[in-house]
């Protein structure tokens, strides 16, 4: 299977400023396809986890430019250029490039 | 809009089984897989399988291999995950998602197994 690596397991950020969180995979998630199959979801307490962006880079329906994906290969980031007090939650990454789809263990972020 | 739908929250006891509904409405529930994901109390995300509504097949993890049945009724749109065998550890929430990139979500259903 391949293991998901979230750094760091929390994350303590101002209003205004920049968040960054880093998501490491065992194995490549490039698929033969030529897509990478790497997302990143927010759960806010309480509810489902939404997805933030989708194969790397490409942000879902509704998500504020202000979130943005990055990597390639195994290693992987989510950037968030000016934190919102909304954006408050447990972020995830997962990759479904192969069987079985697996998830990091989650980044807290907290104001 | 995409909505998927969940049953509600049970309590069940040890040994007993459970069957969650995830009902699928603004698509055609046939054109996505619907993967099934639990949540144990303060913990992370757990997947669990997925079905193919369109074809009836299944794949679950391994931990879960002959205690889960996952089925569609795509009459009503609607997907099931049925655990057997429950124990305490399988006390959790259980979401059902949409697609490869589980894109939407369901609200959830609280499984509490106690005696």
């Known amino acids: 299977d391949a293991v998901m690596t979230q750094t ?14 880093s998501c490491k995979s065992s194995q490549s ?10 997302y990143w979801y927010l759960q806010k307490t309480g509810q489902p986890p939404h997805l933030l962006i989708y194969e790397v880079s490409k942000r879902f329906s509704g998500v504020p430019d202000r979130f943005s994906g990055s990597g390639s290969g195994t290693d992987f980031t989510l950037k968030i250029s000016r934190v919102e007090a909304d954006d408050v939650g447990v972020y995830y990454c997962m990759q479904s490039m192969q069987h079985p789809p697996t998830f990091g263990g989650g980044t807290k972020v907290d104001i | ?17 459970v069957k969650v509904s995830c009902k ?3 698509y055609t529930i046939t054109d996505s ?35 889960v049945t996952m089925t569609g009724d795509t ?26 990139a589980f894109d939407y979500w369901g609200q959830g259903t609280l499984i509490t197994v106690s005696s």
């Open chain 2, 75 to 100: 009459s009503i749109s609607t997907a099931y995950m049925e655990l057997s065998g429950l124990t305490s550890d399988d006390t959790a929430v259980y979401y059902c998602a949409r697609s490869r």
């Open chain 2, 33 to 67: 897989y619907v993967h099934w994901v639990r949540q144990a109390p303060g913990q992370g995300l757990e997947w669990m399988g997925w079905l193919s509504p369109k074809s009836g097949s299944t794949k679950s993890a391994q931990k879960f291999q002959g205690r």
């Open chain 2, 1 to 17: 809009q995409v909505q998927l739908v969940q049953s509600g929250a049970e309590v069940k006891k040890p040994g007993a089984s």
């Open chain 1, 8 to 21: 760091p397991l929390s994350l303590s950020v101002t209003p205004g400023q920049p968040a960054s969180i």
């Open chain 1, 29 to 38: 998630l490039l698929y033969s396809d030529g897509k990478t199959y790497l």
């Open chain 2, 24 to 26: 699928a409405s603004g």
